[in-house]
């Protein structure tokens, strides 16, 4: 395998993040060959082991066997299940990040002890969801509980993106059309709408209105989703109401069980979960919310037996998407199963069209494996000969098992059923299409919802939010999202206040390698590469040994945002060697802000210790105070190297198993031994990491000069790569 320029110098800066902070999270576009960048840098390590989820293990067995690169493979899916690899890996590679954003999960913890004394690497396009403390989860696992504590900004710095330039052979992405359907005349709406609150749990949390949100996106995406949700709330209440009959109450956490078992649990044995007896008087409340419930119920169904069936429309739409484009393969996504399932039921009477969920893959003859569907589908992705033409699948409706490490460049063509809840799904199921070697132009539809379900969600605006946010510190990619005319969109995003993105910084980044000024040796300047660019608007910009970015325009303070964005767009002016004046300039600037920050650092200013580092300082506490004094002299040496690992960045799985001896010993009095195991699992930790270039002070590894002044031109034309490989990795 050989990779793309911007591939290496993207494994050159995450070479650089491993070493200094233990890991990183590299956040290319889905299709940009994220898997053979993470493969080159496993050839640096013996025992790689690599977490994705249990459907691309296959990919990544196939890709590992191309790259030559052996490595171990485990599925998040194992993770949550309470398994864990037990032979001991040099580095863990985990693909599919994102799955890993909520800290209170089984697998988040189960990747955190893995990675306690091991570097990371992060793969994924989409880190950030939702919201900011999704990337803040992500990057705690290398670098410790206080990312949590970080801004959107400076969570950007441990974001590796390459620059936004197209790739060659890529495919352009169409901007997105709405396709509308015939809605209902507004009665199953208000239906929903009337709903009462739910029955509540025996302590609380009845979260009656997402519960009335999630009928009304099941209603937006088909009326068997809505059908099938209904379902599922019949079986709550009925299981409540036999609890109720007995004299018990569910909890909050029963109540789940049964949502998740609701097809094993035989409802008849329901009361046997239950251990709460309420009161006579809580009883009698939840009766009466119970019969409020099932009144409602009653109108909500009788109102769509009296409505006609929007999915009819649904099925004609999509026929007419084929009509369109008769030469092009089509795949369809929809959250949920129960839509696909109907749009498939109403067309399988249709050539070539498949079905695939989580539960089975279905052609007209009947079920067939999952990977022959694939090969019917896509022969050229899966590398299988292609089928006869009645054999072939060329619409194939599928549910979001597919939106994640699947290749199907064959088709050109992706038909959103419905607009997912969480954004960075849409851009996930145009990735599957868009790969090196597919068509030259993918294009996409939306099914738009019916309008009052958009009056109600707002869903255009909260979908634009989360891109926004996600755009801001990552970067942005082919556009997902078309623009609804009938909504008055949103904007969040601020050009004064925009952080600087990991997309920013690899563009930046693009342009040192593609010039800079010869080397001078007589210039008298303190750092390793100096340019200059003629400019109306005097300033600088400069790349620190720590990896950020400064820049002053005008005259103004140095700033990291959203200075450098504005000098980026200057830098484009010709060649220049720079002027005294302006260097002197730009150095004393430099100086005093760096001046500054280590003043702010070594007072402690920014830093602030969460809970578990908390509680590693009150056991040092406990070590200094309640030993014995003839323990003293033993234990002290002991407090102070536990001191010299918490000035360093850890790990959250050695932060956590640090304060987990700390509290044991608290617990069996037996406090020298388990300090020991502790600086034991902090030394371990710091191990892997170049901490003493950390320590250093930053210096400018890099700058150029926004000059005005009538300096000399450059002779001869600009020198092309004069920045080494090793300095491009600093910066």
Known sequence: MRLRDDQRRIVARAQHAIARHGGCLIAEDVGSGKTFVALALARSFRRPLVLVPAALRTTWREASARAAVPIALESHESLSRGRRPVSPYDVVIVDESHHFRTMSTR???????????????????????NRVRDLAAQIAVFLGERALFFDAERLSRFVIRGASAPIDAMPDVRAPEWITVRADDGATLSAILALPPPPRPLDGGDAGALRT????????????????????????????????????????????????????????????????????????????ALAQECRAMDALKLVLRASPDPDVARVDAL?????????????????????????????????CVGMLTA??????????????????????????????????????????????????????????????????????????????????????????????????????????RKLSSAERVVGSQFPVLPSLAR????????????????????????????????????????????????????????????????????????????????????????????SDAALCVARAAI????????LASSCGIGETPGPVRRSIERSMGIASSELPRHHRGVALPIVARLRECLR???????????????????????????????????????????????????????????????TAPLEGPIRHGTLSDRRVTAV
């Open 107 to 129: 697998r988040h913890a189960a990747l955190t002890a893995l990675a306690a004394n091991a570097p990371v690497i992060l793969l994924s396009a989409t880190p950030l969801q």
């Open 213 to 288: 949100i999630g009928l009304v996106r099941a209603w937006a995406s088909s009326r068997a989703a809505l059908r099938a949700s209904i379902r599922a709330r019949d079986r709550m209440g009925t299981a409540i109401a036999q609890g109720v009959e007995a004299g018990r109450a569910p909890t909050r956490r029963e109540a789940r069980a049964w949502h998740a078992a609701e097809g094993v649990v035989q409802l008849g044995f329901s009361t046997l979960l239950m251990d709460a007896s309420p009161s006579g008087h809580a009883l009698a409340e939840l009766g009466v």
């Open 319 to 351: 026929r007419s998407v084929r009509v369109s484009h008769p030469d092009c393969r089509i795949i369809a996504f929809s959250e949920y199963a129960s839509t696909i399932s109907a749009l498939y039921s109403a067309m399988r009477g249709d050539a």
């Open 359 to 464: 539960r089975e893959a279905r052609i007209a003859t009947g079920r067939i494996p999952r990977d022959a569907m694939l090969a019917r589908f896509a022969p050229v992705a899966q590398r299988t000969s292609p089928r006869e033409p009645h054999q072939s699948v060329t619409l194939l409706l599928a549910t979001d098992l597919l939106s994640e490490g699947v290749n199907l460049q064959d088709a050109s063509i992706v038909v959103h059923l419905d607009v997912p809840w969480n954004p960075a799904r849409l851009a996930q199921r145009v990735g599957r299409v868009r790969r090196i070697g597919g068509a030259a132009e993918v294009r996409t539809y939306v099914f738009a919802p019916p309008a009052d379900a958009v009056s109600l969600l707002d869903a255009d605006a909260r979908l634009r």
């Open 487 to 578: 909504v008055e969109l949103v904007t969040t995003s601020n050009a004064s206040h925009a952080n600087l993105s990991a997309s920013a910084e690899g563009e930046l980044i693009a342009r040192l390698v593609a010039w800079s000024a010869p080397r001078c040796p007589a210039l008298d300047v303190a750092c390793d590469a100096v340019a200059a660019v003629e400019s109306a608007v005097p300033g600088w910009f400069a790349a620190l040994s720590d990896g950020r970015l400064l820049a002053s325009i005008d005259g103004e303070a140095p700033d990291e945002i959203p200075s450098v964005m504005r000098a980026i767009d200057l830098s484009s002016g010709i060649a220049r060697f720079p």
């Open 591 to 598: 100086a005093s802000w760096l001046a500054a920050e280590s």
């Open 648 to 710: 360093d960045s850890l790990p959250l799985g050695a932060e956590r198993l640090m304060a987990a001896e700390a509290i044991h010993a608290r617990e069996r009095g037996a406090l020298m031994a388990a300090l020991e195991r502790a600086v034991a699992a902090g030394e371990a930790a710091r191990a892997f990491r170049a901490l003493d270039e950390a320590r250093q002070a930053p210096t400018v590894v890099a700058l150029i000069v926004l000059d005005d002044a009538a």
